[in-house]
């Protein structure tokens, strides 16, 4: 039997949830599984305490890399049960791992999750690390997402941009054509700060559909010098994490207010940090005929969707749904075309949007029973 499905298993950087799916891109793409692995609260500490510089790292980082393996072996295995899918299809499975440090200007990338257990327990050829052959050629080691959105989602008739709005978010554009370049970048905060702001304040993981944000007022002097961070500025090849931003960053720009505003606009403020610094990005490409498509946790919030729309107006706004790609799972499937890459000798990245010096074949494997 030919085996050729892929499993994908990403855990980004919100820590919301491990996603794992099943895809098959022979004849075509089919999204055939998915399944959401809860991270127990207990992980979900001990990943949020290896996040900044900490007593005993070495230690901890080791500990936590077995049980975030045994989790993604897990996560993969349920899919599998859940799903009755035979295991003598699946070619392999790609585990982004779980990133605790991305400090690109130092050349330096850290995803943890042993990929020796995740083989090992599903007895299934796993691809990992995915990010450092990257940096080792040069390059960022992110985003990596563009090569995938660019096999999936080119049009020949429609210049898109696909947005993925996770814990960052990140930007592919795609030129009308079939061999135009693939370019890429991430544009700052998707809904690390909204989600760091109301954990603070309201005890909630995340502020479902910027409600809580809806009852508050952009303070325009707040949003005016949280954009001044030079990150916005900057040129391409450029990625970014929980390094920059997070609620110190937030704390530091309310320092410098002589009014504070009160928490309920803080939260309405980076709502429109996150769409503003998005809809800049795109409006800065100055492309016509231009269809943007969402993807990842944020597409779902309606009011960053609304205000995406006006500011990206006349522009066509959608998700990926309507491209056949449910943006839950985009950037998981992702995961799984790289490790289909990598068995197959292809390169992953885009030198163009990592700033390699050449095309690459990522990761590292890890054979199966
Ligand atoms: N209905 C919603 N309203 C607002 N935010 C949402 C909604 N659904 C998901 N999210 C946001 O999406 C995030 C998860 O997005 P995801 O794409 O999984 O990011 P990551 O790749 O960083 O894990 C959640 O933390 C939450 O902030
Ligand atoms: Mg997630």
Known sequence: MQASIYIGLMSGTSLDSIDAVAVRFEPTFELIASHSEAIPAAIDRRIRSML???????????????ELGELFAQAALNLIEKHNLNKDEIAAIGSHGQTIRHR?????????????????????????????????????????????????????????????IGGMANLTILEAGRHT??????????NVLMDSWIQQHKNSSYDKDGQW???????????????????????????????????????????????????????ATLLDLTATSIADAINSHHLNNLQIYLCGGGSHNSRLKSQLSFLLKP?????????????????AAAFAWLAQRTLNQKSGNIPEVTGASGYRPLGAIYWGN
Not at 105 to 118: H, M, S
Not at 144 to 161: D, K, M, T, W
Not at 320 to 326: R, S
């Open 52 to 66: 900044s510089p900490g007593e005993n790292e070495i230690e901890r980082l080791g500990l936590l890399d077995l």
């Open 104 to 164: 690109p200007e130092a050349n330096f990338t850290l995803q943890i999750g042993d990929a020796n257990l995740i083989a090992e327990r599903t007895g299934i050829t796993t691809v990992a690390d995915f990010r450092r052959r990257d940096m080792a050629a040069g390059g960022q080691g992110a985003p990596l997402v563009p090569a995938f959105h660019n096999a999936l989602f080119r049009s020949q008739e429609h210049n898109r941009i696909l947005v993925n």
């Open 181 to 190: 370049a693939v370019r890429g970048y991430d544009t700052g905060p998707g």
């Open 213 to 267: 944000a809806a009852r508050g007022k952009t303070n325009s002097t707040l949003l005016k010098n949280m954009l001044e961070l030079p990150f916005f500025q900057e040129t391409p090849p450029k990625s970014t994490g929980r390094e920059q931003f997070n609620s110190l960053w937030i704390r530091q720009m309310l320092n410098k207010q002589d009014n504070p505003p009160p928490p309920v606009d803080v939260q």
């Open 315 to 331: 522009h066509y706004l959608s998700t990926t749904a309507e491209l056949g790609l449910d943006p839950d799972w985009v950037e």
